[in-house]
């Protein structure tokens, strides 16, 4: 599986953007679908996932009530809406895909990584 990110930005703080990761799976609606981030000196952070369907998400405590994940399985992509952006979702924001029909929010628990879109949100 191949994913290709993209959508990042420089925004104000307050601002939204929407990133987004295609895939090149055969059949995409087989795999669950996260996103992390990872800012410079630290280490790579879960953000969201989705389920197979997409009727099931979940957040980090960060990110809950601003970010919303989504997926279109027949366009092979998945969402990130990020909206109130803070200066410290400043960060390169990566998708990830593993096989299974749950929901999975640990580095280890992904396959499959994409190459990495860059948010920067100023004060």
């Known amino acids: 599986v191949q994913l290709q990110a993209s959508g990042g930005g420089l925004v104000q703080a307050g601002g939204s953007l929407r990133l987004s990761c295609a895939a090149s799976?055969?059949?995409?609606?087989?795999?669950?679908m996260g996103w992390f981030r990872q800012a410079p000196g630290k280490e790579r952070d879960f953000v969201a996932t989705?389920?197979?369907?997409?009727?099931?998400?979940y957040y980090a405590d960060s990110v809950k009530g601003r970010f919303t994940i989504s997926r279109d399985n027949a366009k092979n992509t998945v969402y990130l809406q990020m909206n109130s952006l803070k200066p410290e979702d400043t960060a390169v924001y990566y998708c990830a895909a593993r096989g299974g029909r749950s929901y999975f929010y640990t580095v280890k628990s992904y396959d499959y990584w994409g190459q990495g879109t860059q948010v920067t949100v100023s004060s």
């Open positions: 799976a055969q059949t995409f609606s087989n795999y669950a």
């Open positions: 989705i389920n197979w369907s997409g009727g099931i998400t």
